[in-house]
């Protein structure tokens, strides 16, 4: 160093200065024309002539300049280093944390679903349950009507042996048939609730299943995301898997996920609801339906008691009903009449409007508008069909009426005879074997 601070003539550049590159600088060609020079004049391109002081000092301050401004980005770099593994460090640690703490979040929430799922289930197997003990009633109640039909029929079957004319269509056969047909409906009806019930049993189980797959993933998932939870940095049962990040496309979203099982549990309680509801239609329907059997039983003994005393008198009163069938025959026929009539008036109205309406749909271009005049067409050919659809379902049942008061009349010409014969066919057949009937309990499916 003394022999540096001999040889420098300029003070060195400080050390604040930021490392940069030095200019070019351009340095003209010196002569050889000393001494101790060599000789000739320095070729052009290649030098061979000596340094000159001046370049020497520019050499070291390059020189030291360059190695200070090495030094210090070496040392920026370190630091820059340094902060960037401590904030790395502290970045994976949070993030570690958040993900800890979202996957706890997360297994709350699985648990809080696996719960209600775990309870659906429970809650349909008990009403599916309660639901084939009131299938079970249901069978024994249509068993128990089986025993109500054969009476009817057979009293309707030995009343057919009755001698002319007293072969009649009376009270006690009108309440035998009602009674034959009601127990047909009720049958029909109790055929069509166990079908139901057959279904929504099946709907309770498939509910049950689809609850139960629910479940069950979610406690697989549950599992893994409580092992997922205990992992850490000094865990020894992790390992690398690069391509884990990549999402799946079959991969659900919190929303789709939360709105999954929201939606199998709503249709699980919507079909328990309905299996509910179902139990006490059931009920309903088993209480009304041996309710209304033993009534029209009872209706039917009551007919066949009066009709026992009313025998003496049937021909005045057959001959009565004969009159009255025959009104109401006639008022039948001119009701029909007028139907036809009124119908027949209901097709010209329907014809011009719908005419109307085919002839405005050729309007050209914007003129096509749907209009007050157009919709009122509208509302017309709607309101016109409505009327003839009334009239003509009125009309089917003003001539199923008067086919029915026909079939009547027919019955009630007949004359009336042999009364000890029907006398003895009322009284020792049909009432005898009436004592038969079902009780309430039975035909209520309890028994």
């Not at 070729?43 to 030291?64: I, M, S, V």
């Not at 401004?69 to 593994?85: F, G, I, K, T």
Request: proline letters at 3%.
């Amino acid at each position: 160093m003394a022999q540096t601070d001999v040889l420098l003539t300029k003070e060195p550049a400080p050390q604040t200065v930021p490392p940069c590159e030095l200019p070019c600088k351009v340095s003209e060609v010196a002569c050889n024309t000393g001494a101790y020079t060599s000789s000739g004049l320095a070729t052009a391109g290649f030098r061979t002539a000596k340094y000159l002081l001046e370049e020497w000092f520019q050499n070291c301050h390059a020189r030291y300049h360059q190695a200070f401004a090495d030094r210090d980005q070496s040392e920026r770099q370190r630091h820059e280093s340094q902060q960037l593994a401590a904030e790395t460090q502290a970045l994976a640690q949070r993030t570690q944390q958040e993900s800890t703490r979202r996957v706890g979040e997360r297994l709350q929430d699985t648990h809080g679903w696996k719960s209600e799922l775990q309870r659906e289930v429970e809650a349909l197997a008990a009403e599916t349950n309660l639901l084939l003990a009131q299938k079970q009633r249901l069978e024994r109640a249509l068993d128990a009507t089986e025993v109500p039909f054969s009476i009817a029929t057979d009293n309707l079957q030995c009343r057919e042996r009755r001698q002319h004319p007293n072969l009649v269509r009376d009270h006690v056969e009108m309440e035998l048939l009602k009674e034959a047909e009601l127990i047909r409906n009720i049958q029909e009806l109790l055929k069509r609730t166990i079908m139901q019930a057959v279904s929504q049993i099946r709907l309770n189980r498939e509910h049950k299943e689809t609850c139960e797959m629910d479940w069950s993933d979610k406690v697989e998932a549950y599992n893994i995301d409580e092992t997922c939870g205990r992992f850490h940095s000094q865990s020894t049962e992790v390992q690398s898997h690069p391509h884990s990040t990549s999402f799946q496309e079959s991969a659900s979203t919190p929303e789709t996920w939360a709105k999954f099982t929201q939606d199998n549990l709503c249709r699980a309680q919507r079909e328990r609801l309905a299996s509910a509801n179902l139990r006490v239609l059931v009920d309903c329907i088993l209480r009304d339906t041996s309710e209304d059997l033993r009534l029209q039983c009872d209706a039917v003994n009551l007919a066949f008691g009066r009709r026992c005393e009313e025998l003496e008198d049937a021909r005045h009163k057959l001959q009565h009903h004969l009159h009255q069938t025959l009104r109401e025959v006639t008022d039948q026929e001119h009701n029909v009449a007028a139907l036809k009539q009124a119908i027949k008036d209901k097709e010209a109205p329907l014809r011009v409007a719908q005419t109307r309406l085919y002839l405005r749909s050729h309007r050209p271009n914007m003129e096509l508008c749907r209009d007050a005049g157009q919709l009122r067409l509208v509302s017309e050919v709607e309101e016109l069909n409505m009327s003839l659809a009334a009239l003509r379902e009125k009309l089917l049942e003003a001539e199923q009426s008067l086919r029915n008061l026909e079939d009547t009349r027919m019955s009630l010409e007949k004359d009336i005879t042999s009364m000890t014969n029907s006398l003895f066919i009322d009284r020792q057949k049909c009432m005898a074997h009436r004592t038969r009937y079902p009780t309430i309990l039975q035909l209520a499916g309890y028994q």
